[in-house]
């Protein structure tokens, strides 16, 4: 990516100010957001695309021959390259899928690669730190097919135990796993295990929901065969979910839905499947979403992914850091306490104090957290919590909003306290 | 933070902080059930031993929120020692308050439900609960549980 000439010009003031949701005021303060691990803010450039696909270019794609047809397909289709180059996919727009979001992805690979693949004995291989979205599919897939699921245990670190790795991996076709968690904010080492399970035959497949908006993806460097992500999580619109894999894997896939789009050819005796990506494509595509994905891809490209990087990892230790220091302990992190392989997702549990008791305190200082278990049910049982109270950064974050995140906190604990 | 004191009233941190009839109760004689909030993982354990038509003791376990810890524990002092009809109708007053219809404090007509509220007692500190949604399957989820372990004792 041509970073090199945009590194001095990332300004998380400008994008910032690029937000105008970041201007509205609650509980007559200027809302602090902290909740981009749940859903991003949009910029003005993704709103705006929407917009104007809406007044001047909206059709139908893949049908009409009029020019304003066209223009929704080229936009469409445009939309499917400009995530192949974001996420370096070697095979180019026919390796993505759009989905409606990372959930529908990991249903498409369960439910397609998974039920034409495995069988009774195959093991599909998790983690503990999984999002119910990357767990659910395959307990389901579980029932009609008999695979076993299995999961890599979490440390008191907050990492992966990597430790019986080996053991873990005897029998398993696929290793399905989170490229960062959505609650304690580590990231895994995904060419390691990449490696790991190319060794035994296996392929991987990466939740990238809470990875791809917040540094560099490269699937051709880390060697990966399946990427899911959602575009309300970097910037762009909800309703629309990217699923990657290697052109070779898609080709083998059998269809999804069912539907019109999805079909080379229908006769009354049976149908043909299309060829390609739009075999996964049944039904009206959501095409503004697309454009606004393709908004929220190109803005990100602009901010160069190195800097979204390195800034949100300034803002993870300045507000690690100063959470120990203001609270001395009263404030636990539920997760990695340095910015080593970690990003701006911080799990936060307030001596005691109910999350949701947290968030409404917090919710009169306008700032936004998430609490909640965040779907994640087996971590939160595996270090004995119901629920966190989660913050989390994007681009647009600054140490003011971590200001504000304290002094909430501060009033919270004198409270309940 | 005008509303903030109005959901978390003085009453109601006091609840929380202080749970009353916090416990169990040996199963038999006493019937437990246990409800369940799945959107925010709150759990609540209630153990209750009737005789003769009377809620003789109740006792609560589980864990979540202020306001569903703080409603679980009023609920307890409300309807402990009292015949399953009263329980019953304080029941369904409760819930009459928290869907927001309530105006009958000011309205000199309605003596039925002023009656009903009385019998509320201290819960009407609750009432806050209804000016933030979201919160009110928090203030709800001891009284869903009281009621099916009701229904059933009646069917058991």
């Known amino acids: 990516m041509a970073t090199g000439q945009r590194v001095t010009s990332f300004s998380a003031r400008r994008v910032r100010a690029d937000v105008p949701q970041l201007t509205r005021v609650v509980n007559g303060r200027t809302i602090t957001y902290l909740d981009t691990a749940s859903s991003s803010l949009q910029p003005r450039a993704v709103i705006e695309a929407m917009s104007r696909y809406y007044e001047l270019r909206h059709a139908n794609v893949h049908r009409g021959v009029y020019q304003t047809a066209n223009e929704a397909t080229e936009a469409y289709e445009g939309s499917r390259a400009s995530v192949a180059n974001f996420i370096h996919a070697p095979g180019g727009a026919a390796e993505v899928v759009f989905t409606k979001n990372t959930t529908e992805s990991f249903n498409l690979i369960a439910k397609s690669w998974g039920a034409a693949n495995l069988g009774p004995g195959d093991v599909v291989l998790l983690s503990e730190m999984e999002h119910h979205a990357n767990i659910v599919p395959w307990f389901q897939l579980r029932e009609t097919t008999g695979i076993e699921v299995r999961f890599i245990p979490v440390s008191d670190d907050f990492r992966l135990d990597l430790s019986h790795l080996d053991e873990l991996l005897r029998g398993v076709r696929l290793l399905s796993i989170t490229g960062m968690s959505n609650v304690l904010g580590t990231r895994n080492p995904l060419k390691e295990l990449a490696g790991a399970a190319h060794r035994v035959g296996a392929l991987i497949a990466v939740d990238g929901a809470q990875s791809v908006a917040h540094g560099t993806t490269d699937v051709a460097e880390l060697d990966l065969d399946f990427l899911t992500f959602s575009g309300h999580k970097m910037l762009g619109p909800t309703g629309i979910g990217v699923l990657w894999t290697r052109e070779e894997i898609l080709d083998d896939m059998p269809p999804f839905l069912g539907g019109g789009g999805m079909i080379a050819d229908v006769r009354t005796d049976g149908y043909t499947p299309a060829r390609g990506v739009t075999r996964f494509e049944a039904g009206t595509p959501p095409i503004a979403e697309a454009v606004g994905l393709n908004a929220a891809v190109r803005y990100l490209e602009g901010l160069g992914m190195e800097n979204v990087s390195a800034h949100e990892r300034d803002l993870t230790q300045d507000a690690l850091t100063r959470l120990e220091l203001t609270f001395d302990g009263r404030v636990r992190v539920i997760g990695p306490l340095n910015t080593l392989d970690r990003g701006g997702v911080i799990s936060l549990d307030v001596e005691g104090i109910h999350p949701h008791d947290v968030a409404q305190v917090l919710d009169q200082f306008g700032v936004c957290v998430r609490p909640g278990h965040h779907c994640a049910k087996p971590l939160m049982r595996r270090f004995g919590l119901a629920a966190t109270a989660r913050a989390s950064f994007g681009p647009y974050s600054l140490k003011k909003d971590t200001d504000v995140l304290l002094e909430a906190l501060e009033h919270t604990l004198k409270m309940f306290g | ?156």
């Open chain 2, 1 to 156: 933070m005008s509303n903030l004191e109005d959901l978390y009233r003085e009453i109601i941190l006091d609840h929380y902080r202080s749970p009353r009839n916090r416990g169990e109760l040996p199963t038999p004689p006493a019937h437990r059930v246990e409800g369940f909030n799945p959107l925010c993982g709150d759990d609540v354990v209630i153990f209750l031993d009737v005789r003769d038509g009377v809620l003789e003791d109740i006792k609560l376990t589980g864990r979540g929120c202020s306001i569903s810890q703080s409603s679980s524990s009023l609920m307890s002092t409300v309807v402990k020692g009292k015949p399953l009809a009263q329980v019953q109708s304080t029941i369904d007053t409760f819930k009459e308050l928290m869907t927001g219809h309530e105006t009958s404090l000011s309205n000199d007509d309605e003596h039925d439900d002023e009656l009903d509220l009385r019998t509320l007692g201290e819960l009407a500190a609750l009432q806050g609960v209804v000016k933030f949604p979201v919160r009110i399957k928090c203030a709800t989820l001891a009284w869903n549980t009281l009621r099916q372990g009701l229904e059933e004792l009646a069917s058991s």
